[in-house]
């Protein structure tokens, strides 16, 4: 399992789709998506539209 | 690949390549841009288009379709089961061939394509996006053009970067997850529609035949419902419960933006076509041939501009009144549906198929479901017969 924590939410590659659902929901325009990775910007204001969104769960609050 | 181009178009899917062709076609030069290796892959969408709207933008090839289909069955939350045929043909596609074949097309039309072609901002000139930055493989590129058309998804990170406001709010995005199985036991004439409040708010689960046994199975929900359960969990009790013995070839996951579309789509040098632009059917997610028919307005006014030398926002507006001529204001009225569908409860949606079930089969038309089911609603009524009058 490969877990990284950005802006107190943590992220999960393995389970990830790429899918950009995040980003387009995201209103600070804190998540930069690539090919094959994710990374959570200090722009976040940890509203946690991503974390709900996500229809795979790769995004979870950590303190959840 | 040059440096400089007239048209630059980020994103290689249904409605990149489409403004890509009738850009080229109208004697531009245009460059195609996608970020995935492969265009075509991966395929995030139920794959399914009705013939009439598709066939005003591209002759339709017998290879491109996995199965042709004569209706839709609507599932009722406690699975009444209503068949309704439609006006017209409409087919599953095998969109990694179709989406291949389109940007083939506009590479025919004289258009330069690259994938693994990363856009990660905009060049400006003037306070006006005058190109793209890129990453391709390992090295940083600038490209230079008069027009950027933004045909980069759910993300529409051109449009964001260009000052444009592209979010999708919570409610509008239909958050997705979908399964290409076999042993999914079907009858391959209808495309089927599960309602439900209580499982699937705010959405619909679908099943699409796609021949000898496959079928996409997929579900969305809106993101408003999402945070108690995902789609993909919620999916996976659906295939355990109904097809336990389905082989899963394919599991794909993502988001459709279920709202009229964006009230800005143009800018200086600047246009958005497909989801970059919201221009999905709202009630059905359904944005294959809606991204084409703008993406074609799209490539159309783009190519005469360039022509005329003229890339202001006042001039490229022209695409955004022929779009909302041809699909953007019906797609308001659709959205109104869609708050007054995904709003009814499940007692509700029964007491609607039963009514329907009791019309004759000749008679179960998609406008006599909405007279039927907008009794108590005159004022949508009248928007329908306004939209489609």
């Not at chain 2, 493989?137 to 950027?148: P, T």
């Not at chain 2, 028919?293 to 022509?307: D, F």
Request: include cysteine; glycine fraction near 10%; aromatic fraction near 6%.
């Amino acid at each position: 399992m490969e877990t990284k924590s950005m802006q107190g939410i943590s992220y999960r590659r393995d389970l990830c789709d790429f899918c950009g659902t995040c980003v387009a929901v995201c209103p600070h325009d804190a998540i930069e998506l690539s090919e094959n990775d994710l990374q959570i910007t200090e722009k976040c204001t940890q509203c946690m539209n991503c974390v709900y969104i996500c229809p795979v769960r790769a995004l979870e609050g950590s303190d959840e | 690949m040059n440096k400089k181009y007239d048209i630059v178009v980020v994103g290689a899917g249904p409605a990149g390549s489409t403004a890509a062709r009738f850009a080229a076609q109208s004697g531009a030069s245009v460059l195609l841009l996608e970020k995935d290796r492969e265009i075509g892959i991966p395929v995030r969408c139920a794959e399914g288009v009705g013939e009439k709207g598709l066939e005003t933008v591209v002759k339709i090839k017998p290879h491109w379709i996995a199965q042709e289909v004569s209706g839709v069955t609507l599932v009722s939350p406690s699975e009444d089961r209503v068949d309704i045929e439609s006006n017209e043909m409409g087919y599953v596609l095998n969109r990694k061939i179709f989406d291949y074949e389109l940007a083939q097309m506009a590479a025919t039309a004289g258009a330069n394509v690259l994938t693994r072609a990363y856009v990660h901002g905009l060049l400006f000139q003037n306070g006006k996006a005058g190109g793209v930055r890129l990453q391709h493989l390992d090295s940083e590129l600038e490209v230079e053009a008069s027009i950027v058309i933004g045909a980069d998804g759910i993300e529409s990170r051109v449009g964001r970067w260009a000052g444009l406001k592209t979010k999708t709010s919570m409610k509008d995005m239909e958050t997705c997850a979908q399964v290409t199985a076999s042993h999914i036991d079907v009858d391959g004439r209808y495309c089927q529609f599960y309602f439900s409040n209580e499982k699937y708010p705010g959405g619909y689960l679908w099943i699409f035949p796609k021949g000898n046994g496959l079928a996409n199975v997929g579900l969305g929900i809106s993101g408003e419902y999402s945070k108690h359960k995902s789609p993909l969990a919620c999916l996976q009790d659906f295939l355990d419960a109904r097809f336990p013995h389905a082989s899963i070839l394919t599991t794909v996951a993502g988001g459709v933006p279920c709202s009229p579309t964006l009230e800005q789509i143009v800018g200086d040098g600047l246009m958005l076509v497909g989801d970059a632009a919201h221009q999905a059917n709202p009630v059905s997610g359904g944005g294959i041939t809606s991204g084409m028919i703008a993406a074609k307005i799209a490539g159309q006014v783009a190519g005469a501009a360039i022509a005329e030398g003229n890339v202001s926002k006042k001039r490229l507006t022209e695409y955004v009144n022929l779009w909302n001529k041809a699909e953007g204001n019906k797609h308001k009225v659709f959205y109104k549906l869609k708050k007054f569908v995904y709003n009814l409860s499940d007692e509700e949606l029964d007491n609607a198929a039963r009514i329907l079930l009791d019309m004759p089969k000749e008679k179960r038309t998609l406008v006599n479901i909405f007279k039927s089911a907008l009794i108590k609603h005159p004022s949508l009524i009248v928007d329908i017969i306004k939209a489609f009058a």
